[in-house]
Each structure stands twice: as structure tokens, then as C-alpha cells.
């Protein structure tokens, strides 16, 4: 069981938009740890696309959106495309386990 | 541009050794933190260890702590882990990835290397 809550899945269809929750503890996001979001593409090296709970690297587009409240944080993708069908993987740190701790990952499905 | 290239994956016995490099270029290798983290086949990704800068501080998930070693030659550019008494849940590929503002999100991966554990 991972650290980090995520749902297995999620699915939408083109152009609508979808959120991926990330549940955490009193010992990671709770703690104040900030929330990190990776999209990895099949086959693929996981890439960074959420920084500090909702900071986008240069360029990835301004569709993908991240926030945290409390102990949870979501990353929100709107107008989805057929190329945001990957899974994706919350990150924070955890004082607890004195490391850092990744989501189960949820696979996006574009219908 | 930032590139990291992992090599020394391949196929070990249980109870053996290997040892992971990961070469880096594009970037100051000397002022950054480096991690390694696997994905086991068709599974979630993994944090495994953790270094500093220096070298001084290094970290370990409990799954791999006492069997595996993280260690970074700044002057070659070059992250390692050697991994020891290798079991078969230790079969995944392994990533290296650049750290970035402690307590670190990591903004630039590498391939990845497989490493099998098997007889």
C-alpha cells in the first residue's frame, strides 16, 4: 500500500475535464510537505509536471493545474486531448519515514 | 540540456551484486541532490535512495537500506548505486533523477536501466 492515496483509474472524454485526488497524512502533505505530480507517458520516463503543489514547468501547457488543501492535493487536466491518455503519480516527503513517497499512480483514460 | 544515462543493468542471480551509473551533463552535476527510484514491472514508481550535494547525506528507503549504497563522483558527473544481496523484488528498472529545493522534487529523469533478479 503506498503512502499516497490515489484512485486506480480515471476517464473522460476529449475536451472535458478530470481531477486526480492525492490523500496523504499528518506526516507528509498535513506536515505542510509540498505536493509534486509526474506524468508518465507509456514506455516512457516519468517527467515532472507539477512542482511545489501547483507550479507548472516551462512547457507544459496551462491545462494541467495542481492544488492541495489539508492533508489531500489534486491535479486538474481540462480540455483533455487523446496525448494526456498516461498515468500519473503524486510526490511529497515524508518526516515520518524520513523519505520520500509516491502515489500508486492513476491511469487517465481519454474515451 | 539536461541528460541522464543510466547503464549497468542486466540480468543477477539472487544473492548477487550490481552496480547502476548515471551519467549526467547539462547541468551543474555539483549543486545538485540525486535520487534513484524503480518501478517494478507494471507497478507504481518507488523512491530507493537519496544523496546530497556532497555526498555527505545520503537516504534510503527500508526496503533497500543495509543492501544498497548511493554514492556520486562529482568530478566524473557520476551518481551510482550499488546494489547488494539483490532479491527478486528488487527486479524493476531504476531511474535516476535530478533534485531540485529541498526537500527535493525531481525535475529531470533519466531512461531508466532494468535490472532483473532471477536464477
Known amino acids: 500500500q503506498s503512502v499516497l492515496t490515489q484512485p486506480p483509474s480515471v476517464s473522460g472524454a476529449p475536451g472535458q475535464r478530470v481531477t486526480i485526488s492525492c490523500t496523504g497524512s499528518?506526516?507528509?502533505?498535513?506536515?505542510?510537505?509540498?505536493v509534486h505530480w509526474y506524468q508518465q507517458l507509456p514506455g516512457t520516463a516519468p517527467k515532472l509536471l507539477i512542482y511545489g503543489n501547483n507550479n507548472r514547468p516551462s512547457g507544459v501547457p496551462d491545462r494541467f493545474s495542481g492544488s492541495k488543501s489539508g492533508t489531500s492535493a489534486s491535479l486538474a487536466i481540462s480540455g483533455l486531448q487523446a496525448e494526456d491518455e498516461a498515468d500519473y503519480y503524486c510526490?511529497?516527503?515524508?518526516?515520518?519515514?524520513?523519505?520520500?513517497?509516491f502515489g500508486g499512480g492513476t491511469k487517465l483514460t481519454v474515451l | 540540456e539536461v541528460q541522464l544515462l543510466e547503464s549497468g543493468g542486466g540480468l543477477v542471480q539472487p544473492g548477487g551484486s550490481l552496480r547502476l551509473s548515471c551519467a549526467a551533463s547539462?547541468?551543474?552535476?555539483?549543486?545538485?541532490?540525486m535520487t534513484w527510484v524503480r518501478q517494478a514491472p507494471g507497478k507504481g514508481l518507488e523512491w530507493v535512495s537519496t544523496i546530497n550535494i556532497g555526498g555527505g547525506s545520503t537516504y534510503y528507503a527500508a526496503s533497500v537500506k543495509g543492501r544498497f549504497t548511493i554514492s556520486r563522483d562529482n568530478s566524473k558527473n557520476t551518481l551510482y548505486l550499488q546494489m547488494n544481496s539483490l532479491r527478486a523484488e528488487d527486479t524493476a528498472v531504476y531511474y535516476c533523477?535530478?533534485?531540485?529545493?529541498?526537500?527535493?522534487?525531481?525535475?529531470?529523469w533519466g531512461q531508466g536501466a532494468l535490472v532483473t533478479v532471477s536464477s
Open positions: 510526490q511529497s516527503y515524508d518526516s515520518s519515514l524520513s523519505g520520500w513517497v
Open positions: 547539462g547541468f551543474t552535476f555539483s549543486a545538485y541532490a
Open positions: 533523477a535530478k533534485g531540485d529545493s529541498w526537500p527535493y522534487y525531481f525535475d529531470y
Open positions: 499528518s506526516s507528509n502533505i498535513g506536515a505542510g510537505y509540498d
